[in-house]
Protein backbone atom coordinates (compact mmCIF):
# COMPACT_ATOMS: atom_id res chain seq x y z
CA UNK A 1 0.00 0.00 0.00
CA UNK A 2 1.69 3.29 -0.92
CA UNK A 3 1.75 5.44 1.86
CA UNK A 4 3.49 8.17 3.69
CA UNK A 5 4.58 7.02 7.69
CA UNK A 6 5.21 9.27 10.67
CA UNK A 7 6.69 8.25 13.58
CA UNK A 8 5.73 9.20 16.57
CA UNK A 9 1.96 10.07 16.21
CA UNK A 10 2.12 11.67 19.71
CA UNK A 11 4.76 12.95 21.62
CA UNK A 12 5.16 14.78 25.06
CA UNK A 13 8.37 15.94 25.67
CA UNK A 14 10.25 18.81 27.87
CA UNK A 15 11.88 22.16 26.96
CA UNK A 16 15.17 20.86 25.60
CA UNK A 17 15.45 17.74 25.10
CA UNK A 18 15.92 16.71 21.44
CA UNK A 19 13.56 14.96 19.29
CA UNK A 20 13.45 13.48 15.81
CA UNK A 21 10.20 12.86 14.00
CA UNK A 22 10.82 10.24 11.38
CA UNK A 23 8.73 10.31 8.08
CA UNK A 24 8.98 7.37 5.44
CA UNK A 25 7.13 6.80 1.95
CA UNK A 26 7.17 4.05 -0.02
CA UNK A 27 6.42 5.93 -3.30
CA UNK A 28 9.66 6.05 -4.78
CA UNK A 29 9.02 10.21 -4.56
CA UNK A 30 11.55 12.41 -4.95
CA UNK A 31 10.52 15.31 -3.19
CA UNK A 32 9.23 15.73 0.47
CA UNK A 33 8.39 18.33 3.02
CA UNK A 34 7.36 18.69 6.36
CA UNK A 35 4.63 21.15 7.54
CA UNK A 36 2.75 21.93 10.92
CA UNK A 37 -0.68 22.78 11.21
CA UNK A 38 -1.58 25.45 13.99
CA UNK A 39 -4.92 26.95 15.00
CA UNK A 40 -6.23 29.93 13.19
CA UNK A 41 -2.57 30.10 10.92
CA UNK A 42 -3.35 26.70 8.75
CA UNK A 43 -0.70 24.92 6.95
CA UNK A 44 3.12 26.40 7.15
CA UNK A 45 6.34 24.85 5.44
CA UNK A 46 9.36 24.22 7.41
CA UNK A 47 11.36 22.94 5.10
CA UNK A 48 11.52 20.38 1.62
CA UNK A 49 13.50 18.42 -0.12
CA UNK A 50 13.53 18.04 -4.01
CA UNK A 51 15.36 14.91 -3.50
CA UNK A 52 18.40 13.31 -1.86
CA UNK A 53 21.09 15.58 -0.38
CA UNK A 54 19.03 18.37 -1.52
CA UNK A 55 17.14 20.72 1.26
CA UNK A 56 15.45 24.05 1.63
CA UNK A 57 13.73 26.52 4.08
CA UNK A 58 10.08 26.48 4.20
CA UNK A 59 7.88 29.61 5.60
CA UNK A 60 8.79 28.32 9.18
CA UNK A 61 12.31 26.89 9.37
CA UNK A 62 13.68 27.85 12.71
CA UNK A 63 13.96 25.83 15.41
CA UNK A 64 14.24 23.25 13.07
CA UNK A 65 16.86 20.51 11.16
CA UNK A 66 15.83 17.92 8.43
CA UNK A 67 18.41 15.54 6.50
CA UNK A 68 18.10 13.86 3.23
CA UNK A 69 19.99 10.92 3.19
CA UNK A 70 18.18 8.70 1.57
CA UNK A 71 14.81 9.14 -1.19
CA UNK A 72 12.35 7.75 0.93
CA UNK A 73 13.40 8.98 4.31
CA UNK A 74 13.16 12.79 5.48
CA UNK A 75 13.67 13.17 9.27
CA UNK A 76 12.87 16.16 11.34
CA UNK A 77 14.82 17.50 14.57
CA UNK A 78 14.47 19.50 16.80
CA UNK A 79 17.53 19.82 18.87
CA UNK A 80 16.35 21.77 21.35
CA UNK A 81 12.35 22.00 21.41
CA UNK A 82 10.30 25.23 23.24
CA UNK A 83 6.40 25.05 23.92
CA UNK A 84 5.77 27.43 20.43
CA UNK A 85 7.00 24.30 18.73
CA UNK A 86 3.80 22.37 20.04
CA UNK A 87 2.16 21.58 16.98
CA UNK A 88 0.71 18.97 14.72
CA UNK A 89 3.20 18.24 12.30
CA UNK A 90 2.30 16.77 8.76
CA UNK A 91 4.85 15.23 6.39
CA UNK A 92 4.29 14.95 2.74
CA UNK A 93 5.49 13.94 -0.68
CA UNK A 94 5.00 13.75 -3.93
CA UNK A 95 6.73 12.76 -7.39
CA UNK A 96 8.09 15.76 -9.32
CA UNK A 97 5.13 15.50 -12.03
CA UNK A 98 2.99 15.41 -9.64
CA UNK A 99 4.57 18.68 -7.54
CA UNK A 100 3.64 20.73 -10.53
CA UNK A 101 -0.28 20.01 -10.46
CA UNK A 102 0.18 20.14 -6.29
CA UNK A 103 -0.79 16.70 -5.79
CA UNK A 104 0.81 15.80 -2.02
CA UNK A 105 0.47 12.50 -0.22
CA UNK A 106 0.27 13.43 3.29
CA UNK A 107 1.42 11.31 6.15
CA UNK A 108 -1.23 10.48 9.47
CA UNK A 109 0.40 13.69 11.10
CA UNK A 110 2.30 13.86 14.73
CA UNK A 111 0.75 15.50 17.60
CA UNK A 112 3.89 17.27 19.60
CA UNK A 113 3.68 18.49 22.90
CA UNK A 114 6.74 20.82 24.38
CA UNK A 115 5.86 21.20 28.09
CA UNK B 1 4.08 38.56 0.00
CA UNK B 2 1.29 36.07 -0.18
CA UNK B 3 -2.15 36.47 1.14
CA UNK B 4 -5.05 33.49 0.72
CA UNK B 5 -8.41 34.01 2.38
CA UNK B 6 -11.09 31.86 3.05
CA UNK B 7 -14.44 31.91 5.42
CA UNK B 8 -13.45 30.10 8.70
CA UNK B 9 -16.59 28.25 8.72
CA UNK B 10 -19.64 27.03 6.81
CA UNK B 11 -22.71 25.28 7.06
CA UNK B 12 -24.86 23.60 4.74
CA UNK B 13 -27.92 21.00 4.74
CA UNK B 14 -27.51 17.19 3.17
CA UNK B 15 -27.73 17.45 -0.60
CA UNK B 16 -27.58 21.03 -0.97
CA UNK B 17 -25.22 22.39 -3.09
CA UNK B 18 -22.04 24.59 -1.24
CA UNK B 19 -19.49 27.30 -2.42
CA UNK B 20 -16.20 28.04 -0.87
CA UNK B 21 -14.78 30.70 -1.72
CA UNK B 22 -10.74 31.52 -1.84
CA UNK B 23 -9.53 35.19 -2.95
CA UNK B 24 -5.49 34.81 -3.22
CA UNK B 25 -2.63 37.83 -3.28
CA UNK B 26 0.76 36.53 -4.59
CA UNK B 27 3.61 37.84 -6.83
CA UNK B 28 3.32 35.18 -9.73
CA UNK B 29 0.85 32.54 -10.14
CA UNK B 30 1.51 29.04 -10.88
CA UNK B 31 -1.28 26.87 -9.55
CA UNK B 32 -4.67 27.09 -7.12
CA UNK B 33 -5.48 23.91 -5.65
CA UNK B 34 -7.60 22.65 -3.25
CA UNK B 35 -7.55 19.76 -0.19
CA UNK B 36 -9.68 17.95 1.87
CA UNK B 37 -9.04 17.27 5.79
CA UNK B 38 -11.74 15.36 7.69
CA UNK B 39 -10.93 16.29 11.41
CA UNK B 40 -7.73 14.05 13.16
CA UNK B 41 -6.68 13.34 9.63
CA UNK B 42 -4.50 14.07 7.00
CA UNK B 43 -5.55 16.39 3.99
CA UNK B 44 -6.16 14.52 0.67
CA UNK B 45 -5.68 16.39 -2.40
CA UNK B 46 -9.14 17.47 -3.94
CA UNK B 47 -8.14 19.41 -7.03
CA UNK B 48 -5.74 21.84 -9.86
CA UNK B 49 -6.43 24.55 -11.54
CA UNK B 50 -4.07 26.68 -13.15
CA UNK B 51 -5.91 27.79 -16.10
CA UNK B 52 -9.13 30.21 -16.26
CA UNK B 53 -12.49 28.47 -16.26
CA UNK B 54 -14.05 25.08 -13.69
CA UNK B 55 -12.52 21.66 -13.92
CA UNK B 56 -15.21 18.86 -13.08
CA UNK B 57 -14.61 16.05 -11.10
CA UNK B 58 -17.55 14.03 -9.63
CA UNK B 59 -19.65 15.79 -7.18
CA UNK B 60 -16.66 18.56 -6.90
CA UNK B 61 -15.80 21.11 -9.24
CA UNK B 62 -12.92 24.16 -8.97
CA UNK B 63 -12.91 26.69 -10.84
CA UNK B 64 -10.55 29.90 -10.90
CA UNK B 65 -10.21 32.88 -12.26
CA UNK B 66 -6.36 34.74 -12.62
CA UNK B 67 -7.75 38.25 -13.20
CA UNK B 68 -9.87 38.31 -9.55
CA UNK B 69 -7.54 36.07 -8.25
CA UNK B 70 -10.21 34.56 -6.77
CA UNK B 71 -11.46 30.46 -6.81
CA UNK B 72 -14.00 28.53 -5.41
CA UNK B 73 -14.68 24.81 -4.48
CA UNK B 74 -18.49 23.81 -5.39
CA UNK B 75 -19.97 20.57 -3.91
CA UNK B 76 -23.03 19.20 -5.21
CA UNK B 77 -24.89 16.75 -3.57
CA UNK B 78 -23.79 16.94 -0.11
CA UNK B 79 -23.26 13.83 2.25
CA UNK B 80 -22.46 14.03 5.97
CA UNK B 81 -19.37 12.53 4.62
CA UNK B 82 -18.55 15.92 3.15
CA UNK B 83 -18.12 17.72 6.79
CA UNK B 84 -14.50 18.48 6.73
CA UNK B 85 -11.98 21.54 6.28
CA UNK B 86 -11.33 22.90 3.11
CA UNK B 87 -8.18 24.12 1.95
CA UNK B 88 -7.32 26.39 -0.82
CA UNK B 89 -3.37 26.55 -1.26
CA UNK B 90 -1.70 28.39 -3.84
CA UNK B 91 1.43 28.35 -5.81
CA UNK B 92 2.87 32.09 -6.41
CA UNK B 93 6.49 30.64 -8.16
CA UNK B 94 7.15 29.41 -11.60
CA UNK B 95 8.49 26.06 -10.70
CA UNK B 96 7.85 22.76 -8.85
CA UNK B 97 10.15 23.80 -6.44
CA UNK B 98 7.96 26.63 -5.29
CA UNK B 99 6.18 25.79 -1.89
CA UNK B 100 2.48 25.16 -1.90
CA UNK B 101 1.31 28.18 0.42
CA UNK B 102 -2.37 27.11 2.18
CA UNK B 103 -4.70 29.20 3.66
CA UNK B 104 -6.37 28.92 6.81
CA UNK B 105 -8.96 26.45 5.81
CA UNK B 106 -13.13 26.34 5.77
CA UNK B 107 -14.62 24.06 8.15
CA UNK B 108 -18.17 22.45 6.39
CA UNK B 109 -20.23 21.15 8.25
CA UNK B 110 -23.05 19.37 6.59
CA UNK B 111 -26.42 19.06 8.79
CA UNK B 112 -29.30 16.63 8.12
Known amino acids: EAQVTQNPRYLITVTGKKLTVTCSQN?????MSWYRQDPGLGLRQIYYSMNVEVTDKGDVPEGYKVSRKEKRNFPLILESPSPNQTSLYFC??????????????FGEGSRLTVL | GQNIDQPTEMTATEGAIVQINCTYQTSGFNGLFWYQQHAGEAPTFLSYNVLDGLEEKGRFSSFLSRSKGYSYLLLKELQMKDSASYLC?????????????FGKGTRLSVIA
Open chain 2, 89 to 101: AVRDGNSGNTPLV
Open chain 1, 92 to 105: ASSSVPAVNTGELF
Open chain 1, 27 to 31: MNHEY
